[in-house]
């Protein structure tokens, strides 16, 4: 029988417990970094896996035009498939104050266009208008799934005929049952509106069993569609050209679907590099605490093999001897831990790639979890070899320990001897076995501060965005809806001065909307005409326009025409195309068919040039006073507008959050979750530093106290090692952690996009010291009250 198998029965026998931990450790690691980063490759693959068995829509066309002729744009070349939907709401009476909107007209829906996979059930019977199916946070947000009953409430066809509605709508009851839970990329919760209104879709048999209830009695109303290309995104170009041909419009508004895709990708692909932080702050702790108990049990082996060095024993031997029980219990850690990962997948992914997975569940990562499974073993038998052969050298070598310069400063300065010494065990290894891991608890420590402050800044960040619209360019908190289509429904000049007259309002901006096209894009653009008062426009750079040629554009814009200040762009509108100056990178506000951060400003001049009379839609932007109620505001505004001739159909909103801010919300919690991991980390290494020290430097404690230290002494020698790896954590730790956080933060200013303002953690800057000092002596408790509790003759008579 070899010396190895002799050596790792003994040890069996002998550390049981030991291995048995060691092998727990590596589980319990493995777990964490496997389950992190095969979540994070889950996450950030979800929605191209989602993209691929959907047949997702590549255009999204809203012509808002009652009678438009679909048919004809079904026709045209590169048209693969046209699923139209009605731009109408349904109402469901078991969840009071719920709609749903955007109902399928035709039977392409959920078949040739959006074919969503089923997370449950089965798709609705395009001939059943009793049939519904729901997203997948609808049954948890409500307590509703397959199998249960809804009640489906529709509109008169007077109320469907009209823009707004006021009271309880008047039209028939369907009762409908859910049979299915559904998901695509266009039929998929947001992160804004998890479950919310845009979460209940009616099999397209509704609609045309009751079309009048939804586009009123004269087809007033109007249907607008999402369309897939045989080319996809590529085909766009010329299917803008076809419809424009067949229409006669260049005012079309069009969605290029590829760009909310790559948005959303954006989203999920943060979270996921989030993931692989903590998978790698995950591995740096267990390499820290793995490590140590490794190198803890190899250097006890080495120490006993030494007495057989005489008898012929070799060092590969030796080190075989020692190896063979740590790199056993990681084969057994590792295989319990990539079990453990497996699981986990359950539960992935995470955030906002969560609502775009198409199977979501079980499902093991092949690549990650047999990668891991080798890579643990292979890193503890590294690591074990590498502390045996230190072992190894260090009881024969005969050199003098390394100094602090720290250490030597505060002899030269005549400190008192703890002062000295617990310098010395805060900054200097050591030697053989009085040695203590003084680097790792160094790291940890800045580590620890760093994460600390780095996520409590970019939080600062986030709760300052979350408080503030501004940061998204929304200066205007209340719209009131003019007209539509080139029609005024009421007299605006009166709606606009009734609105200036409340001592709430700041400013009232007189915009009209309306879609060009520009080299392949659209472009909402809004007139910026101040009727009473200012409201400013949040720019990122340059200026506001100030005459008819020129522009501001919203980053995404400017972005997608490759645009910046001093640019020229082709805006084609009704009135055909015109050359226009970008003087400025700007947001506007958040509309109903764009996001804030695409679209343009015009002067008034500029606007009628690209447009001439014709708009899409007339608003009055209502800029308030600070500290004023916007719901007040509205109520009196609402209020006000029965006594202006047609007021009763001028509808007053609160302006919505823009759904970037959910989104920036959303991974608020990763920094903070891998800040607080850091955290624990310091704590782990810095514990186990101070308690080795004592542990392992007994000896110098001993001498210390014989030649009349006292135990207070001791204590505070512990304590000013505890303070020392505080200070030096804080020292590094707070300038980086302030930068790496507001590096952060900015990266993800301009990806979503929004203002970006120096976010600024004033209370955890001033508490990180204190409470930096008072968790490392808290820490030094235990092992303080040990040295002054140590055995001094039993200690100095057997070393």
Request: aromatic residues 8%; hydrophobic residues 50%; neutral net charge.
């Amino acid at each position: 029988m070899s010396l190895v198998s002799v050596w790792l029965r003994l040890e069996a026998r002998r550390r049981a417990r030991s291995l048995a931990v060691l092998a727990l450790l590596v589980a319990v690691a493995t777990t964490t970094v496997l389950a992190a980063l095969a979540g994070a490759r889950r996450g950030d693959s979800a929605m191209a896996r989602l993209n691929a068995v959907t047949l997702p829509a590549d255009a999204v066309v809203l012509p808002n035009q009652p009678g438009f002729d679909w048919d004809a744009v079904r026709a045209l070349p590169g048209v693969a498939a046209v699923s139209g939907f009605a731009v109408a709401p349904f109402f469901v009476e078991e969840l009071p104050g719920y709609f749903g909107y955007l109902p399928p007209v035709d039977r392409e829906a959920f078949r040739t266009v959006e074919r969503p996979v089923v997370l449950e059930g089965r798709l609705a019977d395009p001939a059943r208008p009793d049939e519904v199916m729901v997203t997948g946070y609808f049954p948890g947000a409500y307590g509703l799934g397959v199998g249960d009953t809804l009640t489906l409430r529709l509109l008169s066809e007077r109320q469907a005929g009209d823009f707004i509605f006021s009271g309880e709508p008047g039209g028939p009851r369907v009762w409908a049952r859910i049979v299915g839970v559904i998901r695509s990329p266009w039929y998929s919760d947001k992160l804004a509106d998890k479950g919310a209104w845009f979460s209940v879709f009616p099999s397209p048999a509704l609609f045309a069993a009751h079309p009048k209830n939804f586009l009123g009695p004269s087809s007033s109303g109007f249907v607008n569609a999402l369309v897939r290309l045989d080319q996809g995104e590529r085909g766009l170009p010329a299917f803008r050209a076809g419809l424009a041909k067949i229409t006669g419009r260049t005012d079309i508004e069009i969605w290029n679907a590829a760009d909310v895709a790559r948005h959303r990708q954006q989203v999920n692909a943060y979270e996921s590099l989030c993931l692989v932080f903590f998978a790698l702050a995950a591995l740096a702790a267990a390499i820290v605490l793995v490590g140590q108990s490794v190198a803890r049990y190899v250097a006890a082996g080495v120490g006993e093999l030494q007495v057989l060095r005489a008898s012929g024993l070799t060092t590969r031997q030796c080190l075989a001897a020692v190896c063979a029980g740590p790199f056993l219990a990681s084969v057994a850690g590792s295989t319990l831990g990539t079990a453990g990962a497996a699981a986990a997948s359950m539960w992935t992914p995470i955030g906002a790639a969560s609502l775009v997975e198409p199977a979501p569940g079980f499902s093991a990562d092949p690549l990650v979890l047999g990668c891991g499974w080798a890579a643990a073993p292979l890193l503890v038998l590294a690591g074990a070899l590498a502390a045996a052969w230190l072992a190894v050298v260090s009881a024969r070598s005969e050199a003098a320990p390394v100094r602090s310069v720290v250490a030597r400063a505060a002899d030269r300065l005549g400190l008192p001897v703890p002062l000295v010494a617990g310098a010395r065990f805060a900054l200097e290894r050591g030697q053989g076995a009085s040695s203590v891991p003084v680097r790792p608890a160094l790291v940890a420590a800045v580590a620890g501060v760093l994460g600390v402050l780095a996520s409590f800044t970019f939080a600062a960040g986030v709760a300052d965005a979350a408080g503030n619209p501004t940061r998204f360019g929304q200066t205007f908190q209340l719209t009131a809806y003019l007209g539509e289509s080139g029609e005024d429904w009421a007299a605006a000049e009166q709606v606009m001065t009734a609105a200036a007259r409340d001592p709430d309002v700041a400013g009232v901006n007189d915009a009209r909307v309306a879609v060009a096209e520009a080299g392949g894009v659209s472009v909402t653009v809004y007139r910026h005409q101040s009727f009473a008062g200012s409201a400013d426009v949040v720019l990122l750079s340059g200026r506001m326009p100030e005459g008819p040629g020129e522009v501001v554009l919203a980053p995404t814009t400017a972005r997608s025409l490759r645009a910046e200040v001093g640019s020229s762009v082709r805006l084609a509108g009704t009135t055909g195309p015109r050359e226009m100056t970008v003087r400025g990178i700007g947001f506007v506000p958040q509309g109903s068919h764009n996001d804030y951060d695409a679209g343009a400003w015009a002067t008034a001049d500029g606007f009628e040039a690209m447009f001439g009379a014709a708009f899409k839609y007339h608003l009055a932007l209502v800029a308030l006073r600070p500290g004023a109620d916007p719901q007040a505001v509205l109520d009196r505004l609402t209020k006000g507008m029965a006594g202006i001739g047609g007021g009763d159909r001028i509808s007053v909103e609160a302006m919505q959050p823009p759904e970037q801010l959910a989104e920036v919300q959303d991974v608020q919690i990763l920094p903070l979750f891998l800040g607080g991991f850091l955290a624990l980390l310091a704590v782990g290494a810095v514990g186990h530093a101070l308690a080795t020290a004592v542990r392992r430097r007994r000896h110098e404690v001993a001498v210390m106290r014989a030649l009349g230290m006292t135990r207070a002494q001791s204590r505070l020698v512990v304590f000013t090692q505890a303070s020392l790896l505080a200070v030096a954590g804080l020292a590094f730790g707070v300038p980086l952690g302030v930068a790496l956080g507001r590096t952060l933060w900015r990266v993800v200013a301009e990806r979503t996009p929004l203002f970006y303002e120096p976010p600024v953690a004033l209370w955890a800057l001033l508490a990180i010291g204190p409470a930096a000092v008072l968790i490392a002596n808290l820490l030094a408790l235990w092992p303080g009250r040990h040295a002054a509790r140590l055995r001094i003759g039993h200690i100095l008579r057997t070393e």
